[in-house]
């Protein structure tokens, strides 16, 4: 069975492929089309996104919002992290970070599912720190170049994309909508 995708982010279903192979019975489809993103948390966003989707092509559908936490600026950019990533960068965002000894942050994905009778959510967080310099080995993208997971002495963007997505926040999520999938095949 199909399942569309609605994401304008082609990283996010590069990510999703990884983490979905070898689900048997679906079949995961990019779909690039918008979808209003109210100003909300990131389940809202979820929730509202994929009714707006659904009713449109009236198919499986999911969508993921996603965002960067950091602690020590009270969550931001949080909701509005595509925004600040695109205003801001990670460079600016480095130095409203400059002398700050607490560089605790996490990613927060949330995928929302609907087909026209169920309506999910699926969560995944990942903990870490923001590092003090932008560190890439060319993977990765957006924040992936300032977050250095737990437990890791990389960030996610020195990470390949399997290595992130062995343990990232999407994968925590896309993992849990594989279990309900795999659920509802049985
Ligand atoms: O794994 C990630 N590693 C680093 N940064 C990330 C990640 N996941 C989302 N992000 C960034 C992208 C965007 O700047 C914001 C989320 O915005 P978000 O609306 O979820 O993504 P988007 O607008 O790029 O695609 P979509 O069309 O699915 O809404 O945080
Ligand atoms: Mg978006």
């Known amino acids: 069975m199909k399942i569309y995708f609605a994401t304008g982010n082609q990283n996010k279903v590069n990510e999703a492929n990884i983490i979905l192979k070898g689900l048997e019975g679906y079949e995961l489809e990019h779909l ?39 602690e020590s600026l009270n969550g931001f950019p949080g909701t509005y992290s595509k925004y600040v990533q695109e205003t801001l960068g990670n460079e600016k965002i480095l130095k409203l970070l400059k002398d700050e000894e607490n560089r605790k942050a996490y990613f927060k994905t949330i995928i929302g599912y609907f087909d026209g009778i169920d309506l999910k959510l699926f ?11 932008i560190k890439t080995s060319g993977f990765g993208f957006a924040y992936d170049s300032i977050f250095i997971p737990e ?12 290595e992130k997505s062995d343990i990232s926040h999407r994968k925590l999520a896309f993992y849990k909508f594989k279990s309900y999938l795999e659920s509802k095949v049985k």
Request: proline share 3%; glycine share 10%; charged share 30%.
């Open 123 to 133: 969560r995944g967080e990942i903990f870490g720190s923001v590092s003090k310099e």
């Open 32 to 70: 690039k089309i918008p979808y209003a993103e109210i100003q909300g948390t990131l389940e809202e966003v979820s929730k509202v996104g994929v009714k707006e989707i659904y009713n449109k092509i009236k198919k499986p559908v999911i969508v993921e919002d996603s965002g960067f936490f950091i």
């Open 151 to 162: 437990g890791q002495n990389k960030t996610f963007a020195e990470m390949t994309t399997k």
